[in-house]
């Protein structure tokens, strides 16, 4: 089955404690990128990537890094997280980078305390 | 940030009624347009593309695109209960960029 897997659903942390978001899919798509998503603001892109190696920052992308070793997996790393980034995260992926059928994970919903 | 503007706020209409959900953007360039529905507690999905003016149909889902005026909008017929959900207008503006509506909700009355 097509999927794009991010892990934790849910994670509760504290201010400052490095933590990584995991995300893979299993179609061969050469574009992901993440995203947060808060209410009132919609969807906002953080990072993308438009392949191995190749990452670019998108709108809100202070506070967050990424990588791109394997076409596969794109984990999000906050290195310091903060309360602002309490927020509902979803990873996605695509054939044809934003032009196309953009596929999303089940998202991961971030509380930092 | 590219504007991408839902304006409306809840659209509640009765079993079997049209919804009808505007967009209006403000990039001249983009070129392709989707509507995502996104359940609540769920990931969006994609629901209609569209990429020249007009309209296009997709069962019970029609989206209409008009370039000049810079809109794209998305009528839901014969609406059910579970077309209930957050409809987001997205656009793609090159350099492999999305550009999200902040969505409007609809909720269908049985």
């Known amino acids: 089955e097509a999927q794009v897997t991010q892990n934790p659903r849910y994670l509760i942390t504290v201010t400052g404690k490095k933590l990584t978001v995991t995300c893979s899919q299993n179609m061969n798509h050469e574009y992901m990128s993440w995203y947060r998503q808060d209410p009132g603001l919609g969807l906002r892109q953080i990072y993308y990537?438009?392949?191995?190696?190749?990452?670019d920052k998108g709108d809100v992308p202070e506070g967050y890094k990424v990588s791109r070793k394997e076409k596969r997996n794109f984990p999000l790393i906050l290195e310091s997280p903060s309360p602002n980034q309490t927020s509902l995260y979803f990873c996605?992926?695509?054939?044809?980078?934003?032009?196309?059928?953009?596929?999303f994970g089940q998202g991961t919903r971030l509380t930092v305390v | 940030q590219k504007e991408v503007e839902q304006n409306s706020g809840p659209l509640s209409v009765p079993e079997g009624a049209i919804a009808s959900l505007n967009c209006t953007y403000s990039d001249r360039v983009s070129q392709s347009f989707f509507w995502y529905r996104q359940y609540s507690g769920k990931s969006p999905e994609l629901i209609m593309s569209i990429y020249s003016n007009g309209d296009k149909e997709d069962g019970r889902f029609t989206a209409q695109l008009n370039k000049a005026s810079q809109y794209v909008s998305l009528l839901i017929r014969d609406s059910q209960p579970s077309d209930s959900a957050t409809y987001l207008c997205a656009l793609y503006y090159g350099n492999n960029r999305l550009a999200f509506g902040k969505g409007n909700q609809v909720v269908v009355i049985p």
């Open positions: 990537s438009m392949n191995v190696e190749v990452t």
């Open positions: 996605a992926s695509s054939l044809r980078g934003g032009q196309g059928k953009a596929f």
